[in-house]
């Protein structure tokens, strides 16, 4: 994503807050190596460092935000939680609502982000449109989700090692078969990686592109509104 | 729910014969291993698509068995998970080795005796019906709950009952009737009330040996399961179990309570044919001469 200073985040079915910390993370630190960069070349250079300057560049990192959005309030308190417990107080906060439904303005985001929550969902068309409505034009749609393994002896691996296992897994170390059954159907009944960039054009995004990770057991697909 | 959502992606854009072929083997419940093949060979047909927005929520139109909870059966019962003989491995090997890590996650032990019982569960099943006291429990199916057992009731009883110890045994731990697992991994349907009558009469045979639920408890109640009933989960038991028995218990369990468990198993009747419902008020020292049971070495409740 490479987010710069001043990036609005909407992170969709993020409800941990997994994506929301890493992104609130990087902006930190990408604010405190710029300044510390800017420090270390006006040092050498022997220029008064400009505290406005500078101060401007962190305050627009802290103007970073990311609204976390989950139809699951028991997921939200999850990451409530975590926020917690790791220090992050300011820059994030906490929408309950359904991704088919946003209850968000339009043109209202720079970056949307949907990590393993799109397959979940009923209308994936819908999120879709949904995510061109609420960003701004220039934003960036982004979608992180389980796909098909396209070389057949991996794919064959891939299968029979999540019917046969991971439900057994499941049982053995967290009690719950059923959840991991559901997994394993669920990924395999989501488009493929084209099928969802067909989708993902269709409603109206462009350059589309996708990038499969593990011989695409995951895929992150991406677009612009333009 | 799940299975349904499937096959609703399945059949919509499916050719008829094929959609023909799909909503009979559901409503035949196919076993896991042909769900496998049958999904595989649909599957070039369901993701070459464009339909949009494949239909996750559940639908009743395709002829499937919805159960109360909305879940549709694949199975042979509500409740069922097929499993192919890998899983069955697995989860035999996976859930031994957890139960023995962590004795209190009793649904390992739930899963290591279901998954492991086939072939016992037909011999008690034979000889629960050669016995006319076992023919009445298979025909009434009686289910062991609170309701359809009074826990007052039970402590209203005389103090030399069966029924009041058992209330002792209940009231004493905070333990409940109904917390008995459903069966999950028994593949036939006719097996699975004799799989859950041993999980419920499991805490009555623990009253009417005089064990209490501890670890050296357990071992002993394990002992004349695996004697009586043959099944594999109740030998791994009671031959694993003790090695996790405190010092002090172990002196004991080797030269008072083994041995005891041992005569217990070989003299005692065949407990899965006892109606153990009709026996509450029955006086417990007489219950236990009539079932061929010596008393036990130490009273578990003393009064």
């Given amino acids: 994503m490479s987010p710069r200073p001043g990036t609005k985040l909407l992170d969709v079915a993020g409800g941990t807050g997994d994506i929301a910390f890493r992104f609130l993370n990087y902006v930190r630190s990408q604010s405190d190596f710029n300044s510390l960069t800017a420090l270390q070349t006006s040092t050498e250079q022997g220029v008064d460092i400009n505290e406005d300057e500078n101060s401007q560049v962190s305050g627009r990192s802290r103007d970073c935000h990311v609204t976390v959005c989950d139809i699951n309030q028991s997921m939200l308190e999850v990451g409530m939680n975590r926020a917690t417990q790791s220090g992050i107080t300011s820059g994030i906060s906490w929408l309950k609502g359904n991704a088919e439904c946003l209850p968000i303005e339009d043109n209202s985001f720079d970056v949307y982000t949907i990590a393993f929550g799109i397959r979940n969902c009923t209308h994936i068309d819908k999120v879709v449109e949904e995510a061109y409505r609420v960003l701004r034009p220039g934003g960036r749609f982004m979608c992180l989700e389980f796909s098909h393994v396209s070389n057949p002896l991996l794919r064959s691996v891939y299968d029979e090692y999540s019917f046969q296992v991971i439900p057994v897994l499941g049982q053995i170390l967290a009690a719950d078969w059923d959840s991991y059954q559901y997994l394993v159907e669920s990924i395999r009944q989501f488009q493929n990686q084209e099928d969802f960039k067909r989708i993902i054009r269709t409603c109206g995004f462009r350059a589309v592109t996708y990038e499969n990770l593990t011989f695409g057991v995951v895929a992150i697909h991406s677009g612009f509104k333009l | 729910m799940r299975n349904s959502m ?298």
């Avoid at chain 2, 036939?188 to 209490?212: A, I, K, N, S």
């Fill in chain 2, 6 to 303: 499937f096959y609703t992606c399945m059949l919509f854009p499916v050719p008829r014969h094929m959609r023909n072929m799909a909503s009979v083997c559901v409503k035949k419940s196919l076993s896991y291993v042909k769900y496998l093949k049958f999904r595989r060979i649909l599957k070039l047909n369901c993701f070459s698509s464009t339909s949009f927005g494949v239909r996750l929520h559940s639908t009743s139109q395709i002829g499937s068995v919805t159960e109360e909870d909305g879940a549709t059966q694949r199975g042979q019962y509500r409740g069922h998970r097929p499993t192919t003989p890998l899983q069955k491995t697995l989860l035999t090997l996976g859930s031994a080795a957890m139960a023995i890590l962590h004795p209190d996650r009793g649904d390992m032990i739930a899963t290591l005796g279901d998954v492991t019982a086939e072939t016992a569960l037909k011999q008690i099943k034979q000889k629960m019906e050669s016995d006319p006291i076992g023919q009445q429990i298979l025909r009434d199916q009686p289910v062991i709950s609170t309701s359809t057992i009074s826990i007052d009731y039970l402590g209203s009883l005389g103090d030399n009952t069966f029924g009041k110890e058992y209330w002792r045994f209940l009231t004493k731990h905070g333990f409940s009737p109904d917390a008995r697992l459903p069966v999950h991994y028994v593949d036939d349907p006719e097996l699975v009330y004799v799989m859950l009558r041993y999980r419920q009469c499991h805490d009555l045979f623990h009253t009417v040996l005089g064990m209490r639920p501890n670890m050296l408890g357990e071992c002993v109640v394990k002992w004349v399961e695996a004697i009586q009933l043959g099944l594999p989960m109740c030998a791994m038991g009671a031959l694993v179990g003790p090695i996790r028995l405190m010092p002090k218990h172990r002196q004991n369990y080797l030269t008072t309570y083994l041995p005891w468990a041992l005569r217990n198993g070989q003299n005692g009747k065949f407990l899965m044919n006892v109606y153990f419902e009709r026996e509450w008020e029955r006086d417990l020292a007489d219950l236990r001469q009539e079932l061929g049971l010596e008393p036990p070495p130490e009273e578990p409740y003393p009064r």
